[in-house]
Each structure stands twice: as C-alpha cells, then as structure tokens.
C-alpha cells in the first residue's frame, strides 16, 4: 500500500505494509519504484489511498477513479513535437471518476474550475505511483476519500487526514477480510 504521509494510512490495519513517499508526484513515482524494484511483484497488487479535494460540488465520500491525468503537464506542446505525453493512465477496477493528479496543491477557484472540466477529484501523488506501477508492469488501484472541496478551506488539509484515514482504513480493512 502507498499513502503520500503516515497520516493516511493511520488506520491501515497491521501487518499491511505501507510505503510513504512524501507529497508530489516525482516523490510518489520515486518512492513507489523503490518499492517496487525490492520485492517479487506477482500476484501484487498495489493501493494508492489517500485524500483527494472535489473539484465539483457535492462530491464527498470515497472514490476508486478509473483515469488519472497528468494535469500540471503542457502535453498539447508535447504531442506538437511528434511525443506522447502519457497524460491519461486508464486505470482497472475504477468507479468511472477521473482524477487529476499534479503538484499543485489547488485552493484557486479559477484552477478547480479549469480542472472540473476534465476531472471529479484532485490530488498531489497518484498519477507517479500509477505511472511507476505501470512500468513495473504491477496493476494499481486507487482509493481516495475526499477530504476538502480543493478551495481555500482546503487549507485546513491537515485537520481534515484523520477523518479521511478512518474512512480509508475501514475500507482497507474490509477489502483485505474479503480477499482473505
């Protein structure tokens, strides 16, 4: 399991180890390969849980999203020069919400706006740990509980982990009891 700090995975239930790669996605994507190259990755399957801020109104709860995009890439100018930026990674399992994923940590009206308009929910990691995942050739599930509405109340992001890690090691815990 990978949480981008400890306080997302407070509420893992023991024995499960958990990686903690510090916040931003090329610390994600580092910290996730590290893992990866260390240990015998069949039959793994790797969780990303963590918080995630709604980009739209009225989301809340927990969320598996299916697409995680690169949001803070210029890929138009990336594929302008004949390259694929790699923006969008599908992923298997999800409940058809898209998450943008970049290193912004967005509180901007004008930016939760511009990012609505491709995704549901925002966060700061996902996008390198899938990206090391698929690389590695390791399937990834993403499982994100909204903690804040990625505005300037997100601000009180801190106050805001523990609540979401109960919500997320619950789900861990039930998830684990059912493939057991």
């Not at 996605?25 to 069949?42: M, N, Q």
């Not at 980009?55 to 890439?73: A, K, Q």
């Not at 996008?127 to 505005?151: E, T």
Request: hydrophobic share 50%; aromatic share 4%.
């Amino acid at each position: 399991m990978v949480s981008a700090i400890a306080g997302e995975a407070k509420y893992v239930p023991e024995g499960i180890p958990v990686v903690v790669t510090g916040v931003g996605k090329t610390a994600a994507a580092v910290a996730t390969a590290r893992a990866l190259a260390g240990i015998d990755t069949t039959d793994l399957v790797v969780l990303n849980v963590g918080t995630t801020g709604a980009l739209r109104d009225g989301l809340s709860g927990l969320y598996l999203p299916s697409e995680v995009i690169n949001h803070d890439l210029n890929a138009d100018a990336i594929r302008a020069i004949g390259l694929d930026p790699m923006e969008s990674l599908p992923i298997d399992g999800g409940d058809g919400t898209v998450l943008a994923s970049g290193d912004v940590f967005v509180t901007d009206p004008a930016i939760r706006a511009r990012l609505a308009e491709r995704a549901d929910l925002v966060d700061m990691e996902a996008y390198g740990v899938a990206f090391a995942c698929r690389q590695f050739g390791v399937p990834v599930r993403l499982v994100k509980h909204v903690s804040d509405a990625a505005d300037e109340a997100a601000m009180d992001w801190p106050a805001l982990v523990d609540a979401s890690a109960k919500v997320l090691g619950e789900w861990v815990r039930a998830e684990t009891s059912r493939s057991a």
